[in-house]
C-alpha cells in the first residue's frame, strides 16, 4: 500500500508544484500573449465543451491511434526480420540511416502530393515519424536474445512460430516497449503538426485557429488539452506495459533483492 501511495505522491506533487510556479508567476500579468493562469482555466470550460471535444479532440485521437497503431505493427514485424538474418540488416542498415535522419515533419508536404489533405495524409505523417523508434528498437531486442536461449530453444526443437513468440519477441519485448514509448510522445507531436496543414478540425486546427484569431486565452486552454492528453496516453501505456511485462518487472524486482 505504501508503494503505490508514494508513486501517486511522486506524480502528482511536481505537476502541483508547476501549476502553482505558473499561478503566482501570472498572477498579476497583463501581457496579452501570456494572461493570467486564472483568466485561461476560467476560460477552458466554455472552449472545451462536450461538441468541441467530439468534433476537435475525438479525430485527433483517432488520428493518432490509426498511425500509431499502423508504427508498430510495421516496427515489429519489419524491426524482427531485420533483426534476425544479418544479411538484411547489411543490405537494409544504410537505407534505415538514411531515411531515419529526415525529419518527419519535413515529409508532411511530399505526403500531401500523394495522400490528399484528408485523414489519410495525417495518418501516414503519424505512421512515418512514429515506425522509426519502434523499428530500431525491435532490431537491437532481436539482435541481443540470449544466444544461450536461442540454442537451447533449437536443441528442443522450437521453431518457427513458437520460437518467434516465446523467445525472439518475448526477449525483445522489453526494447520493443521503450520505442513504443518514444513514438508516443512523437506521435502526439507529428499529429499537432499534420492538422496544421490543410485541415478542417483537430487539435492542431483548433489551436492554430485561435492564435490568428488573437483569442490568446483559447490558444492556451488547447495546449493544456495537449499536454492533459499525453498525461492520459502516458498513464494507458504505463498500464498496458505493467501488464504485458510482468515477467520483466518481476525478474528485475528479484535481482535487486538478492543478497
Not at 42 to 48: L, M
Not at 75 to 104: D, H, K, M, W
Amino acid at each position: 500500500m505504501r508503494g503505490p501511495l508514494l508513486r501517486l505522491v511522486f506524480a502528482v506533487a511536481l505537476p502541483a508544484l508547476l501549476v502553482a510556479v505558473w499561478w503566482v508567476a501570472s498572477a498579476g500579468s497583463t501581457d496579452v500573449y501570456w494572461p493570467p493562469l486564472r483568466t485561461i482555466l476560467e476560460a477552458f470550460p466554455h472552449v472545451w465543451t462536450a461538441e468541441r471535444l467530439r468534433s476537435d479532440v475525438l479525430p485527433s485521437v483517432l488520428r493518432l491511434t490509426g498511425g500509431y497503431a499502423l508504427a508498430a505493427v510495421a516496427g515489429v514485424a519489419l524491426g524482427t526480420v531485420i533483426g534476425s538474418y544479418r544479411r538484411v540488416r547489411a543490405v537494409c542498415e544504410p537505407v534505415l540511416e538514411f531515411l531515419r535522419a529526415v525529419p518527419p515533419p519535413v515529409l508532411v508536404p511530399v505526403i500531401m502530393l500523394f495522400a490528399g489533405i484528408g485523414d489519410t495524409m495525417k495518418v501516414t505523417v503519424i505512421a512515418a515519424g512514429c515506425v522509426w523508434p519502434v523499428l530500431l528498437n525491435t532490431v537491437e531486442g532481436v539482435r541481443a536474445v540470449d544466444p544461450v536461449m536461442a540454442e537451447t530453444a533449437r536443441s528442443y526443437g522450437i521453431t518457427g512460430v513458437a520460437r518467434l513468440r516465446n523467445l525472439v519477441l518475448r526477449s525483445a519485448s522489453p526494447q520493443i516497449f521503450a520505442g513504443l514509448r518514444q513514438a508516443l510522445s512523437l506521435g502526439i507531436i507529428l499529429m499537432v503538426i499534420s492538422e496544421m496543414f490543410a485541415a478542417s478540425n483537430g487539435l492542431g486546427f483548433t489551436i492554430v485557429q485561435f492564435q490568428r484569431g488573437f483569442a490568446i486565452p483559447d490558444m492556451w486552454t488547447g495546449i493544456l488539452v495537449l499536454g492533459l492528453l499525453g498525461f492520459l496516453l502516458s498513464v494507458v501505456f504505463q498500464w498496458v506495459e505493467r501488464r504485458a511485462l510482468g515477467w520483466y518487472h518481476g525478474l528485475r524486482a528479484s535481482v535487486r533483492r538478492s543478497p
